[in-house]
């Protein structure tokens, strides 16, 4: 069966299936991206971390994104996969990957990618600490907000 | 008519319940949903100004309005990746 570029899933996350999904032969650059549960935030000692999602609308999110990825950079492929469920400190929550002809391009796409992640994709991380538990809010998801998208076009470009 | 409403994280926390399905008036939009789902959990009146909300599997406004047989969700800030 052949791997979906974008999916959200139980499962655990590995890198080189998506490297695999996203390399073409014309591509000479392929940038990669785990975010990983850390042990500690805000000076809290973190235990281990839930993350829920909206697991369809969450895709159609990622869609939303690679469509913005191949507007901007149109030499570019992209796989991204995101974990839900619960994860133990070191695992990978999300896992991208971002092929190009040329390492800016394949750089600035994986990056702006995960920006894009953070502001709109309806999923939400519930943080276990030492002595409690709290949900974690960032943004208010707003795909049509250009303010923020291109902010994470500008930090993908930095 | 008959909508169905989806909690997530928090929001989800404060309902008890992770779908609710509620009878609305015709006419009414995703605000006057969240206004009676609000004066229903008051403790959600937090998230007045913070939610997103999508239709259907699509984000939309608040002002939008709702027809029978939806699927309405409310989304907390986001915190993914």
Not at chain 1, 36 to 57: C, Q, T
Request: glycine share 6%; hydrophobic share 45%; proline share 4%.
């Amino acid at each position: 069966m052949k791997l979906p570029l974008l999916a959200i899933g139980r499962e655990r996350l590995e890198l080189e299936p998506l490297v695999a999904a996203v390399q073409g032969d014309a591509d000479g650059a392929i940038a990669t991206f785990l975010g990983l549960v850390r042990n500690h935030n805000l000076g809290r000692g973190v235990h281990h971390l839930e993350y829920e999602a909206y697991a369809p609308l969450a895709v159609k999110a990622f869609e939303r994104i690679a469509r913005e990825v191949a507007d901007r950079w149109s030499d570019t492929s992209l796989a991204l996969h995101h974990r839900v469920g619960r994860l133990e400190v070191g695992e990978a929550s999300i896992a991208i990957a971002a092929a190009s002809p040329h390492r800016a391009n394949a750089f600035a796409a994986c990056r702006y990618a995960i920006e894009r992640v953070k502001q709109i994709a309806p999923i939400w991380k519930h943080e276990f600490f030492d002595g409690g538990d709290v949900w974690i809010e960032g943004a208010t998801a707003d795909p049509d907000d250009e303010r923020a998208r291109s902010e994470a076009e500008r930090v993908a470009c930095a | 008519m008959r909508v169905t409403v989806k909690l997530f994280a928090r929001l989800r926390d404060i309902a008890g319940a992770d779908e609710l399905t509620r009878d609305i008036p015709a006419g009414a939009t995703i605000a006057s949903v969240w206004r009676e789902l609000a004066s229903e959990f008051p403790a959600l009146s937090e998230y007045e100004r913070s939610i997103s909300t999508a239709v259907n599997l699509d984000y939309a406004r608040m002002n939008t309005e709702v027809r029978d047989g939806d699927e309405i969700a409310f989304l907390p800030p986001v915190s993914g990746g």
